[in-house]
């Protein structure tokens, strides 16, 4: 979670002030909101950890406006000065981590869905760090290298299946799926940078013998539920009609799915 927040700031750190009020693929969402919803983020997962009347306060004031407040809390952000944001952001991830670090593991933390141990929050927060991330990359025409850390944004894609299926009111498949995905260079089948440049691990999930399958460039498939790609432009494939359904629906995160990515518009899918 620290590298990526880390490698988020050296994008953004140098960058004009001008240039933070850039468009990025995202409606109405310039590099500053990206950013300031990352520090508002942070600093709710902070609050859970930490203080959980003020986080119970912040739940209330998104029950009032659920369709908004996401959008709300960017908006505040990123109208103040780059310097200034940028300086949240980062007192805010700095916080999260050390209270992540210092939290107990089998403590269960409030979340905006069901509560999560600091292991899954510090995942959730790497996965939308790195998603946003790439709409700030995307943003300014520049390809980032995929890491092992992409495997920690796999395993909540796949571990959210049967949320993707529930927020749009479908019932879960009753089955398993197999779900094999090609590692980046250089990355082992652990999820650790094994340091050569060449090699294909797989990380896979699910039952060996499932008869659904999916299967594709790990890259692809974090685009995919972190919904920063279409699936048009991924190579993803599925085998099996609820395999194949999932991947038109598959995401990542907490919330409404959201519009999506138009096809032919993938400069992060690294193909």
Do not use: N
């Amino acid at each position: 979670m620290r590298a990526e927040g880390e490698e988020l700031d050296r994008l953004v750190a140098g960058l004009p002030a001008a240039a933070w009020a850039g468009p990025t693929p995202a409606p109405g969402w310039s590099i500053a909101h990206q950013i300031a919803h990352l520090a508002w983020t942070d600093r709710a997962a902070l609050l859970s950890l930490t203080d959980t009347d003020a986080f119970a306060a912040m739940v209330a004031e998104a029950v009032r406006s659920p369709d908004s407040f996401v959008d709300d809390g960017a908006a505040e952000g990123a109208a103040l000065p780059p310097a200034e944001l940028l300086g949240r952001w980062r007192t805010a991830r700095h916080a999260l981590d050390a209270a992540l670090a210092a939290a107990s593991p089998d403590a269960r933390f409030p979340w905006y869905g069901p509560p999560m141990k600091a292991a899954s929050m510090a995942g959730a927060r790497l996965m939308e760090t790195w998603a946003h991330g790439q709409d700030v990359a995307d943003a300014l025409g520049v390809r980032r290298a995929p890491t092992a850390r992409l495997r920690h944004v796999a395993r909540i894609g796949v571990r959210a299946r049967d949320y993707a299926f529930s927020v749009r009111g479908l019932p879960a498949p009753a089955e398993e799926f197999r779900v094999e995905l090609t590692a980046p260079p250089g990355t082992a089948a652990d999820g650790t940078d094994d340091g050569t440049k060449g090699g294909a691990a797989v990380w896979a999930y699910g039952p060996p013998d499932a008869a659904q399958r999916v299967t594709g460039s790990a890259l692809d498939f974090c685009l995919l539920v972190t919904r920063r790609a279409h699936r048009a432009d991924l190579a993803v494939e599925a085998r099996g009609a609820d395999a194949d359904r999932w991947l038109d629906i598959a995401q990542a995160f907490a919330g409404p799915p959201g519009t999506g990515r138009e096809p032919g518009r993938a400069p992060g899918a690294g193909r």
